[in-house]
């Protein structure tokens, strides 16, 4: 089955430097690739997605890049704030209705 | 805004307990998905379901069992309880037509003792 490992595990940062969290999956059947944020004692909460037909996505200050050959996809966040502190979990799926199977979450804290 | 709705936000139970954990869901979404959350190991998921009656093995299924009799309602059960199940778990639920994204539950936190 699908296994999806992620780096690193913590991640500070100074508020307004950029955060780079990195997944890879092992499944070349994975076409969807959705991250999620949780907020201390709150629910994941999806904030950008990537489907394999893509290599790169951007929504305002977060972006995600996929390189199916490499089987590897990595958020990032430009001009951090302190709100961006969280968990962030990457997930690999077949499909937008399927199945996800996470990593292990990356915490990220910036600093003010 | 769909809403996903776990019974109990903290539960305790004992060893060897028979323990249920409702998930309810208002969106008429056809899946529905059960995960445990634990440091360091994210989100792993147990079973999950994709109709009425219909229920397949997660990656750690052992120990839990699922009932989904009704489309909006995905039960979670612990058969007998044991101390390493204590946890946090997430509900989820997803329209199965192409539409991204979970939308999960606020999640139970199960200390078993």
């Known amino acids: 089955g699908e296994n999806v490992e992620q780096h690193p595990s913590t991640l500070s940062v100074q508020e307004g430097d950029s955060a780079v969290i990195k997944c890879t999956y092992s499944?070349?059947?994975?076409?969807?690739f959705p991250w999620y944020k949780q907020e201390l004692g709150k629910r994941p909460q999806l904030i950008i997605d990537i489907r394999s037909n893509v290599g790169e996505k951007k929504d305002q200050r977060i972006a995600v890049t996929l390189n199916k050959t490499a089987k590897h996809f990595s958020l990032h966040i430009t001009e951090t704030q302190p709100e961006d502190s969280a968990v962030y979990f990457c997930a690999a799926s077949m499909d937008s209705s399927y199945k996800l199977i996470f990593g292990s979450g990356t915490r990220l804290l910036v600093r003010p | 805004d769909v809403k996903v709705t776990q019974s109990s936000r903290y539960l305790v139970k004992r060893t060897g307990e028979k323990v249920f954990l409702e998930c309810v869901q208002d969106?008429?979404?056809?899946?529905m998905f059960w995960y445990r959350q634990d440091p360091g190991l994210g989100l792993r998921l147990i079973y999950f379901?994709?109709?009425?009656?219909?229920?397949e093995k997660g990656d750690i299924p052992e120990g839990y069992s699922v009932s989904r009799e009704k489309k909006e309602r995905f039960s979670l059960i612990l058969e007998s309880a044991s101390t390493n199940q204590t946890s946090m778990y997430l509900c989820a639920s997803n329209s199965g037509q192409g539409i991204s994204g979970y939308t999960f539950g606020s999640g139970t936190r199960l200390t078993v003792v």
């Open positions: 379901s994709y109709d009425v009656k219909m229920k």
């Open positions: 499944d070349s059947a994975s076409n969807y």
């Open positions: 969106m008429d979404h056809e899946n």
